[in-house]
């Protein structure tokens, strides 16, 4: 049976300093040198949240201008390999961005959260539960980077961003759909 839940987009973020601290490259291979096979599907190389999805290491909290690459030029690597688990296109209508998440089984459950930061950016983000060391306080005194994940795109200048719609199917399958607007401000392009 299929089950398809509508995520909740906020259009403010309610912790903005988050991802204030960049993820360097020798901080993300030490997370990754640690056992931990949560950290380690989430950040799988063909994870959306991956800082090596794109084939060169790119800090995930930075914004990248993804409607501006074709996703079969940016990803050979992952198409050539059969393991697909990202994919973008436009319609005449929308951008439309699908993921497969199941690289990082247990991001599901509420944990995914929409969020669109001025209109100019969509950051799509989580956070795994472990247990709290009772001598820390919060996550701003251990290493966020190591409880969440992120991917923030730009979101394209035609974008109706308003009116974006995100779902999750199963659990796994994320598909957030963007309309286009048109020079007239119209969201559907006049014939």
Known sequence: MTSCRQLEIQFEDQNPQKWCHPLKEEAFAAIMGKENPPVHKVFDER?????????????????FPLWEFDSDELLPNLNSSGQRSVVWFQTDADCVLKADLSAGSGVGNNTLQVCVEGGKVLEISGQWRQHKDPRKKDWRSSHWWEHGYVRRL?????????????????????????PKTYPNGNTSQAK
């Open 154 to 178: 730009e979101l394209p200048e035609n974008s109706d961003w308003r009116r974006l719609e995100a779902n999750v199917k199963n659990d796994v399958l994320l598909e957030i759909r963007i």
């Open 47 to 63: 994870s959306l949240f991956s800082p090596l999805l794109f084939g060169k290491f790119f800090d995930p909290s930075d914004a």
